[in-house]
């Protein structure tokens, strides 16, 4: 058996996560449409040190500390999910990057047995001094978001960010050998549709993929990203309309990102079209919110509790047959074009 787990999270008394066994034993798991389930997205943490217009109010208020998940609590989650066939592990936020000991996390996660991808999505803003950090202790890939190339653009849709640390954690992570490095922009009427443009041509010479991603409504902030989306076949027709008719790179179902390549470019353009085109059938994700909880789809707010029981004192296998169940019942894919959106968290309470 492996060691038992002791630790204090900020609540009375000491808590106590049973032991895991090994070797793991690996049970794949579907929900009831025959999707296999493996991949797991976690969020470290609510918390961010930007303010995007699109993802959150100015005034934001986060979770108390001990209201999520401990890194034990995150560990041992995941080896239960790596015992349900989970291979593909992305870290998020809120901003992951800001959570206290994101090294010794990703070190613990890429040790589990069965997981073989661990990839991050940032802001990129403090990837100058973690890239290699992160890189060494087992981290494969990160996506950075980037929304504009203008520095004064960005930082009035961050509301606080400065484009040039961006920047710097990008070469950062280009250095660090975090490849392939993709770059999202989540696009925004009125605020950067005008820069898909800039963002596209940065394939010509860099071998990456600038990622275009339709904004889907949430929480407090939903009436305005609803109003604001810009579609994918709008989004391909501008860059269409500079750099002629885009090449399809075999696009296979399951990634959510479309890839295209403008003729003659070394990266490729990504479509992430949620809202419009979405690609339910082929999502094999569901996501651990940083306060415990399983979400079975992004836009709808089903979710299961897996923290308070694991504090409760649940066995190994009383968790993964939590865990299990859960991922049967989740929905086939959102409910967006009958009016339904997730309404119980804004998306850095989600992880995106």
């Known amino acids: 058996m492996r060691t038992q787990l002791q630790f204090h999270a900020d609540i009375p008394g000491s808590v106590t996560i049973d032991p895991v066994p090994d070797p793991l034993p690996i049970t794949p798991m579907h929900d009831s449409y025959g999707r296999r389930i493996h991949y797991l997205r976690i969020s470290l943490t609510d918390a961010c040190n930007l303010r995007c217009v699109y993802c959150m109010p100015e005034d934001m208020h986060f979770r108390p500390r001990h209201e999520l998940m401990t890194d034990e609590e995150i560990l041992f989650l995941v080896q239960v999910a790596a015992s349900l066939g989970v291979d593909k592990i992305r870290l998020t936020g809120g901003e992951p990057t800001i959570r206290p000991g994101v090294v010794e996390i990703v070190r613990g996660i890429a040790s589990v047995p069965g997981i073989r991808d661990i990839a991050m999505t940032t802001n990129g803003i403090l990837l100058d001094k973690l890239a290699r950090p992160l890189a060494e202790a087992g981290l494969k890939r990160v996506n950075i978001s980037i929304d504009t190339l203008n520095p004064d653009k960005f930082h009035r849709i961050t509301r606080w960010g400065r484009m040039e640390d961006v920047w710097r954690g990008i070469r950062a992570a280009e250095e660090a050998g975090l490849r392939p490095l993709k770059l999202n922009c989540v696009v925004v009427r009125h605020f950067n549709d005008d820069d898909v443009i800039d963002l596209a041509r940065l394939t010509l010479e860099n071998d990456w993929e600038v990622r275009f991603i339709e904004m889907m409504p949430f929480g407090e902030v939903a009436d305005f990203q609803q109003s604001n989306v810009v579609s994918f076949r709008e989004i391909r027709e501008r860059v269409e309309a500079v750099f002629g008719p885009l090449e399809e790179v075999g696009y296979d179902y399951l990634d959510p990102s479309r890839p295209f390549r403008i003729p003659g470019a070394l990266g490729t353009l990504g479509f992430i079209s949620s809202v419009t085109e979405p690609f339910c059938q082929g999502c094999g994700r569901v996501r651990l919110t940083a306060d415990g909880k399983l ?58």
């Open 295 to 352: 979400r079975l789809c992004l836009l709808r707010d089903d979710e299961v509790d897996l923290l308070t029981p694991l504090r409760q004192g649940a066995t190994f296998e009383e968790m993964r047959t939590l865990m299990r169940d859960a991922a049967f019942h989740k929905p086939w894919g959102h409910g967006l074009a009958e009016g339904l959106y997730a309404a119980n968290r804004a998306m850095n309470q989600i992880g995106g």
